[in-house]
């Protein structure tokens, strides 16, 4: 009679914290995300230990039954001293978290209206550059190859070295899905190197000439402009 009353009460709690993290995960996350306090706290609180403005337009977190997340923000604006280090606008995003207990991520969709960025100051704020090799092996994994990819416009700047920067526009990426046989891959890419007052242009167009097929990329003839003034 006792081992079964305990029999009972074990398989109530793992029911209850099942139920308790369905309600959190299916209900109350999404509402947390929306919420304008929750918001307002995110922003004070990069304010306070991270010394940067945070605003964030409209995020919108949708979750089901099942592996996959959706996840929407109209604009998500980061600057300091005045000065804007990155700007994402109109992300669309879904991703699968089934292999999560392999430190593996499947990016179902990335859709991006416009990204700026400057990477030096990101780096900066967040200490992304790695000590060592360990903790390079202890990042989740990000798994794009089947997804839907798409970016309208994107500015970003890095300084290579003092004095030696890079300046990246691609534009009008995404992946084709319509072919049977393999996926195009578009885009259009503008880069700038400048060093001591010279500057050296390149500038990449896929002209349906890139397709993606058995995870490899394939090129055909596509042309690659330099200018040097």
Known sequence: MKKNKIIIGIFSFVLIAFLSFFIFYI????????????IDCVE????????????IEKPKLKTEF??????????FFISKDNKN????????????????????????????DYIYADINKVQELFSLKEKDEKKEQQQIEFDFYD????????????????????????????????LKNGRNLHFD????????????????NDENKVVLKNKHIYVNDCVLNIKIK
Not at 85 to 109: G, H, Y
């Open 66 to 75: 099942s592996s996959k997340i959706d996840f929407q923000v109209d604009s």
């Open 189 to 204: 890419v503008n880069t700038l190197l400048s060093k001591n007052g010279k500057n050296v242009y390149f500038g990449i």
């Open 85 to 112: 280090i990155l700007s994402l606008e109109n992300l669309n995003t879904e991703f699968s978290i089934k292999e999560i207990l392999k430190k593996k991520i499947i990016v179902n969709r990335f859709e991006l």
């Open 147 to 178: 997804s839907i990819l798409s970016l309208k416009k994107s500015l970003i700047l890095y300084e290579i070295e003092t004095g030696y920067n890079l300046t990246l526009k691609v534009n009008d990426f995404f992946v084709d899905n319509t």
């Open 27 to 38: 209900k109350i996350l999404p509402i947390c995300v929306s919420n304008v306090k929750v």
């Open 44 to 55: 004070n609180l990069a304010k306070k230990y991270l010394k940067c403005e945070i605003e």
